[in-house]
């Protein structure tokens, strides 16, 4: 079975441009988790997903920051306008409904963010 | 709140030397506790869990077990190899929630051979 599917695995952009990440997590799970790590601040829980429906996002950084789920096979992550301090791995997680006492995620490779 | 307070690292071992990384918690219900191991260039993958008091968790040669009265979950393994090399992250989440880990900061280990 295909795992948690992320892309781009590296993105190398200029500050101020848009930068997108994808996500395809796995199927007939109901929740989406997408984090950020890096060396400073270790993994940091940026927003997650509840049946496509954004359920917390009090880890968003700032506005500049957004996501979406339109369906339950993809999400994605935006920055606009980026900044060298965005420049992190950004990791994409789905994991089984509510009540499974296993919790475990499932997570993607990373999206590798170098912000200019 | 919940957190999760690691063993900071790094830590290097030579072969076939014993492991402890040392974890303890805070929570506020009854949580469930695991182990999450990185690998070089990948995501975290699940090594390990507990979810109630005096559970024992194990794989791959690792164990750890769930210490209410300590609130710890150390991880221990008797003897590593370099493959073990790795960065390792306790975390934990509350079973009557949504699947919200809250994660330690992570210990990074290296084996040499």
């Known amino acids: 079975d295909a795992g948690v599917i992320q892309s781009p695995r590296h993105e190398v952009t200029e500050m101020g441009q848009e930068v997108t990440l994808r996500c395809k997590p796995i199927?007939?799970?109901?929740?989406l988790f997408w984090y950020r790590q890096t060396m400073m601040r270790g993994l940091e829980l940026l927003i997650y997903?509840?049946?496509?429906?954004?359920?917390?996002d009090s880890g968003m950084p700032e506005d500049r920051f957004s996501a979406k789920m339109p369906n339950a096979s993809f999400s994605t992550l935006k920055i606009q306008p980026s900044e060298p301090r965005d420049s992190a791995v950004y990791f994409c997680?789905?994991?089984?409904?509510?009540?499974?006492?296993?919790?475990?995620?499932?997570f993607g490779e990373g999206s590798r963010l170098t912000v200019l | 709140g919940n957190s999760v307070t690691q063993m900071e690292g790094p830590v290097t071992l030579s072969e076939e030397a014993f492991l402890t990384i040392n974890c303890t918690y805070t929570?506020?219900?009854?949580?469930?506790l695991f182990w999450y191991v990185q690998y070089p260039g990948e995501g975290l993958q699940l090594l390990l869990k507990?979810?109630?008091?005096?559970d024992k968790g194990s794989n791959k040669g690792f164990e750890a077990t769930y210490r209410k009265e300590t609130t710890s979950f150390h991880l221990e393994k008797g003897s590593v190899q370099v493959s073990d090399s790795a960065v390792y992250f306790c975390?934990?989440?509350?079973?009557?929630?949504?699947?919200?880990?809250?994660f330690g900061q992570g210990t990074r280990l290296t084996i040499n051979p």
């Open positions: 507990a979810t109630k008091a005096d």
């Open positions: 199927s007939g799970h109901d929740y």
């Open positions: 997680a789905s994991s089984f409904r509510a009540g499974d006492p296993t919790g475990e995620l499932f």
């Open positions: 975390a934990l989440t509350l079973i009557q929630g949504a699947q919200k880990l809250v």
């Open positions: 997903f509840n049946n496509n429906v954004p359920i917390d």
């Open positions: 929570a506020t219900g009854y949580p469930s």
